[in-house]
């Protein structure tokens, strides 16, 4: 027989504090991807539904916690595109964006039917800082309060997973701020988010705003932590690790550090972080980072957003090197001049540039490659066409044959 709303309400009620209870003392980082969702705010990274499920399901395998899979009241195409992710995508919890309205609330759950309890969620915001509630929304603190109790109460009673958002939280003044939180877990709130909207905090002050929510907010304790941050000031990766050592226990973030206006903090780049430093930050990530480069090339493709050559993790440069001491070092070990081998990203191969830069032992190395004599005068004589080379020609595989053949001839 099947059970009653009211039992699987009251299961839940049992079961969400555990569950937070276990996140919250885990010790594990959970990603919150928002790529289908604030990275496509990017102008022109629109998305094809059938992109996203493309993008969602290789993010399930790269192991996020949850996707921000779109905003379902926005256009059809993102409540369509959350329908295709119904069922298909099965290990992360899929949560779709809504403002502190009930038909925003109803559009999500529409989106979401079919898709198990545990597994879906909203995420609400709602403008908070003076400059919201003056000129957007022209509320009064006291309107906002009570908009976040009725929506997230509201959204409670459908959802086990409800995020709450203050939007503009880093320009929003502290102690009205604690209060919205407060307000938003006595309502039902599973998360509470702190975004950086317009990407203006530096590590310093996201630490210490992180920590005064944690102190400032009575109810803490019954809600995980997210944190949010855009990149104007190039900072938001680094703001998001200064949460982690803070305590936060989700990041979102966007694969390519993709999103509205400078961007949001690149997943790759955070989950290296992590990757490479756990003395410092004491945590665990479920992130597999063998995928990172295929998953980075793959939304560069499909948002038409190309990567930069630099891009950190995942730009073409990354691996490659024409200074000669790089390449000496490189070839006598790769570690030399490498902060972490390129399969450990799923990327690579090194490759050694020639160029005008270039040294003689990567010289010998190629021609070694290629079957040529590597001898000094032959060396010496590639290293004379390199210097001698215009900018912009690619000295690749033919052009060094052609010029080792040019100096037998000679
Ligand atoms: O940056 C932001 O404030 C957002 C909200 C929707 C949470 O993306
Ligand atoms: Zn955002």
Same mark, same amino acid.
């Given at each position: 027989m099947a059970w009653g709303r009211g039992?699987?309400?009251?299961?839940?009620?049992?079961?969400?504090?555990?569950?937070?209870?276990?996140?919250?003392?885990?010790?594990a980082v959970l990603f919150s991807d928002t790529t289908l969702r604030d990275g496509?705010?990017?102008?022109?990274?629109?998305?094809?539904?059938?992109?996203?499920?493309?993008?969602?399901?290789?993010?399930?395998?790269?192991?996020v916690h949850s996707l921000d899979a779109g905003f379902p009241a926005s256009s059809e195409q993102d409540a369509a595109a959350i329908r295709k992710m119904v069922g298909v995508v099965k290990r992360p919890v899929l949560t779709a964006l809504c403002r502190t309205v009930r038909s925003d609330i109803d559009a999500a759950e529409a989106a979401l039917d079919g898709q198990p309890k545990h597994k879906r969620g909203v995420s609400l915001f709602v403008g908070t800082s003076p400059l919201h509630r003056q000129y957007k929304l022209q509320k009064s603190e006291a309107e906002i309060?009570?908009?976040?109790?009725?929506?997230?109460?509201?959204?409670?009673?459908?959802?086990?997973?409800?995020a709450f958002s203050p939007e503009d939280a880093s320009r929003t003044e502290l102690p009205f701020l604690c209060r919205c939180y407060q307000t938003a877990i006595e309502a039902g709130a599973t998360t509470i988010g702190f975004p950086d909207t317009v990407g203006c905090l530096t590590p310093e002050k996201a630490r210490d705003s992180l920590r005064a929510i944690q102190d400032g907010v009575p109810a803490i304790e019954r809600a995980l932590v997210a944190v949010?941050?855009?990149?104007?000031? +190039?900072?938001? &990766?680094?703001? *998001?690790? =200064?949460? @982690?050592?803070?305590?936060?226990?989700?990041?979102?973030?966007?694969?390519?550090?993709?999103?509205?206006?400078?961007?949001?903090?690149?997943?790759?780049?955070?989950?290296?972080?992590?990757?490479?430093?756990?003395?410092?930050?004491?945590?665990?990530?479920?992130?597999?980072?063998?995928?990172?480069?295929?998953?980075?090339?793959?939304?560069?493709?499909?948002?038409?957003?190309?990567?930069?050559?630099?891009?950190?993790?995942? +730009?073409?440069? &990354?691996?490659? *090197?024409? =200074?000669? @001491?790089?390449?000496?070092?490189?070839?006598?070990?790769?570690?030399?001049?490498?902060?972490f081998r390129p399969e450990l990203v799923g990327g690579g191969p090194i490759r050694l540039i020639l160029g005008r830069h270039s040294g003689r032992r990567a010289v010998a190395h190629r021609l070694e490659q290629l079957g040529l004599s590597a001898d000094e005068v032959s060396v010496g004589h590639i290293l004379d066409q390199l210097k001698l080379a215009p900018k912009g020609t690619l000295v690749d595989d033919a052009t060094v044959q052609s010029w080792s053949r040019s100096r037998k001839s000679a």
């Open positions: 039992v699987m309400r009251r299961i839940g009620q049992v079961v969400k504090p555990l569950v937070i209870r276990h996140h919250r003392h885990s010790g496509e705010q990017m102008p022109g990274a629109t998305l094809e539904p059938d992109d996203k499920l493309r993008i969602a399901l290789a993010l399930e395998e790269l192991g309060l009570s908009l976040i109790a009725e929506s997230v109460g509201y959204a409670a009673s459908r959802f086990d997973i409800v949010h941050f855009h990149n104007d000031l +190039g900072l938001a &990766v680094a703001n *998001t690790l =200064a949460c @982690i050592a803070e305590g936060a226990h989700v990041v979102q973030c966007t694969i390519n550090g993709i999103g509205e206006r400078a961007g949001n903090a690149s997943l790759e780049e955070v989950a290296m972080a992590l990757k490479l430093h756990p003395d410092q930050y004491g945590r665990t990530m479920r992130i597999d980072t063998t995928k990172l480069v295929p998953l980075c090339r793959l939304v560069a493709e499909l948002t038409g957003c190309p990567l930069p050559l630099n891009k950190p993790v995942a +730009g073409e440069t &990354v691996f490659a *090197t024409e =200074a000669g @001491i790089h390449q000496d070092g490189l070839l006598k070990h790769p570690d030399t001049y490498l902060p």
